[in-house]
């Protein structure tokens, strides 16, 4: 299959957030990246409701909303109904994963698990078949603009062996620090789908550098 490149909102100039998801729009981009923070999960606060049904009424393409929130499993209808096309949740804030997932899926959505630097992939092996993504998350989450962390391909080894074993259709998606310098090689080591905030909109050629990271 061909890599996904889903453009990160959290990097976007909020004071023209129209202008900007038109940007995306008229890109070779697949999804738009919807980060919301609770300043509890990780030690930033990003946006919520509001700014993603603004994204929403702008955007020609689907929404990939990443939960960095406590308790996902009480928000997750809202945000189904917001029109997101994936949610995903965290596996560190998930005590009950399966149900989350199930939940997510009767909604509607394409159920996904996202993992932190320090969290294992082998801790998927009992879920992986129900899930439609898996996000390795390349830096610490919170912020955008961090440094991309090298264990990231060991990691996405180790999801790509789970992924033929078990669940050959699963999407592997990548989020932080990623750019035109490993992009190619992420997807070489089994990314599907790449996240990118800072290296599209501080670029003085969004398009071009999407289309750059949509080449690998
Ligand atoms: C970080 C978020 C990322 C972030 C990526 O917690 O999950 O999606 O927007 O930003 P960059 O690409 O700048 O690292
Ligand atoms: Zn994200």
Redesign the pocket.
């Known amino acids: 299959m061909n890599h996904l490149v889903a453009p990160?909102?959290?990097?976007a100039d909020f004071a023209n957030l129209q202008r900007d998801v038109e940007l995306i729009n008229k890109s070779e981009g697949d999804w738009f990246?919807v980060?919301i923070?609770d300043g509890r999960f990780?030690p930033?606060i990003s946006f919520g409701f509001p700014v993603m049904k603004a994204v929403k009424k702008h955007a020609t393409k689907p929404l990939d909303v990443?939960l960095?929130i406590v308790e996902p499993e009480k928000y997750i209808k809202d945000f189904a109904e917001a029109g997101a096309y994936s949610i995903t949740v965290h596996y560190e804030i998930s005590p009950n994963l399966h149900r989350t997932v199930q939940a997510i899926k009767e909604l509607g959505c394409k159920a996904c698990v996202?993992l932190n630097p320090h969290t294992p992939v082998a801790l998927l092996e009992d879920i992986i078949l129900d899930l439609d993504m898996v996000l390795i998350?390349?830096?610490?989450?919170?912020?955008?603009?961090?440094k991309?962390i090298q264990n990231t391909y060991k990691k996405l080894a180790d999801i790509k062996a789970l992924k033929r074993r078990y669940n050959p259709e699963l999407l592997i998606e990548v989020?932080?620090?990623?750019?035109a310098t490993n992009a190619a090689k992420l997807i070489e080591a089994g990314a599907d789908v790449l996240?990118?905030?800072?290296?599209?909109?501080?670029a003085t050629d969004p398009l071009a550098t999407i289309a750059q990271l949509k080449q690998g």
């Open positions: 990160s909102i959290l990097a990246h980060d923070m990780v930033n990443h960095m996202a998350m390349s830096v610490n989450p919170g912020f955008g603009g961090q991309f989020d932080g620090g990623v750019d996240v990118a905030g800072n290296s599209v909109f501080s």
